[in-house]
């Protein structure tokens, strides 16, 4: 057997090194984190092939004395903490001290830095743990790294990197997080000589989403705030139409620090279940302030992972804060038309009678006379007839503009007379509502609110008109300037899931004896959860009793679950109870669970329904708490406004 000794220092940094250091976006988080420490205001990163054979971050932050450089590239050595008790309150985002250690044992590292006391700057090189120079340079306040041919002296580490567009990418998703965790400080990340991010710094958290993630997130967005003693939670949510296929778009930082935790991302899905289906994971930027006393950040070198003393209240307070900021808005989604694509009318023999059908068009325009011309002339292509479209429309418009304009002269009396005198009827519905806005008083401008008359409230339920049905499974619905569009059978889930859940929660369900038995053979977990919430099984409608060692055997079920009840549904609920953490009420999850098995009752697609049968299900959905969704997450209302009809139709360009 090979005697116990200790290893040599350069052997024990190539070790540590690889706790910490595995790729190039580990060395660009250290450095970049180290600059947010530093005070900084403005951070550039800088990357060629990857990051594997060039890195440069530059930071206008303190700057390190000339006295602390060589020190700073000793393992274990920082400026962030002093002893044990520092541990239990961390403000800083490093320290552990072993990240420049770590970097220089594997890596070419050059250091520029300069304080603002001093009046030159320092340059520092460190090859493999080996010191080269230390000499004074000029440079501006702040800090520069430069590191060059990472893991050159460890080619078992190197040759585990993927390619460089692979690193650069993992370094572009670094930078993202972190723009996102500090919008007061300006991040710039240049690849490869081209700038792929670059942030203003102006502290305005919904300006960095929308430079990164573009207009569509930026405008799906709800606002959430969450504030307990010891706890604050602010940010924002992703309407769900913006939801993705996996966990990539839940960004949630806390205390300022990117990191992985099962407990948020539970709470944040958990809040989210009846609004997104299946597989499906939402868009949150949530930042996240507890007291340090109660986070632990020291679970692994990288400070990637945490862990909470107080899970359940952490759980909670994230769930309330994403729970009510999805209830604040109505969340119908809307429904834009595509533009038709030219190549479709790509033929013009067609085309001037397709534009010559409406008759009653001459009587508006004034210049009727190049219609002859289009049929005449079919040798002119589609921009021809594109571009002498829209003269007519211009022409209408000018026309309605000066007809309007002679309207609002006249007195209001006669304002019903005069509109009555359109003789085309599409364009007298058209006009009719813009003479009745002119009359009044202007208001002040305001920002557009894509629902500005909700349909989801009971001042609503009275004037909605139910237009008709399509496909034997959509109902139509006008109210005000939109149109509706609600699918009867996720309606119907939602209403009964919610009927029953309710009901419930509110009296004694009756019972419906089933022979034989379902017997349960339990492990001693499920076992005990059992026995934990027994009086809330027993309350609900189950006769349940032991039935030998371990079995238990299921004599009554609740009568809504009779023709569905069997050993799996059992089995489920108990294991939605079998979590550490859940919501508040724990026992409700039974209630859920059994009220969306309820769902199988709901009226199917392509089934029949009378006007009076849905009318009274629309009824029921409005009145509802979360009417936009089915318990699974797919939409039960659309929305269309006329606006975009008119779109389509050409009445407005």
Known sequence: MSKIQVLDPITIDKIAAGEVIERPASVVKELVENA????????????????ISFMRITDNGCGIDREDVRSAFLRHSTSKIRSVD???HIGSLGFRGEAL???SAVAQVELITKTKDQTFGTLYRIAGGKEETLEDTGAPDGTTFI???????TPARRKFLKTPMTEASHVGDLMTRLALSHPHISFQFINNGQSKLHTSGNGKLKDVIYHIYGREIASNLLQAEYDTPGLKITGFLGKPIISRGNRNFENYYVNGRYARNSIISRAIEDAYKDFTMQHKYPFVVLHIEIDGEHVDVNVHPTKMELRFNNQQEVYNAIYSA????????ELIPHVEMPEPKPAIQSTPEPKPAVQSTPEPKPAVRSAPEPKPAVRSAPEHNLEY?????KERVLA???EKKKKEEAVTKQPVNTIQTIAEEKTPYMQNTAVRP???RQTTAPDPPKQMELFEDHLLTREAMQKYKVVGQVFETYWLVEYDNSLYIIDQHAAHERVLYEKTLKSMQTREFTSQMISPPIVLNLSMREAELLNTYMDRFTRIGFEIEEFGQDSYAVRAVPDNLFSIAKKELLIQMLDSLSDEIARNQSPDLIDEKIASMSCKAAVKGNMKLSVQEVDALIGELLSLDNPYHCPHGRPTIIAMTKRELEKKFKRIV
């Open 36 to 51: 947010i420490d530093a005070g900084a205001t403005a951070v550039v990163v800088e990357i060629k092939d990857g990051g």
């Open 86 to 88: 520092d541990l239990l």
């Open 101 to 103: 250690s770590s970097i």
């Open 147 to 153: 590191i060059r041919q990472l893991f050159y002296n």
């Open 322 to 329: 994403v729970d009510q900021g999805l209830h604040e808005k």
């Open 385 to 389: 007839f594109m571009s002498k479209m």
């Open 396 to 398: 209408e418009h000018e």
């Open 434 to 436: 813009q003479i009745s």
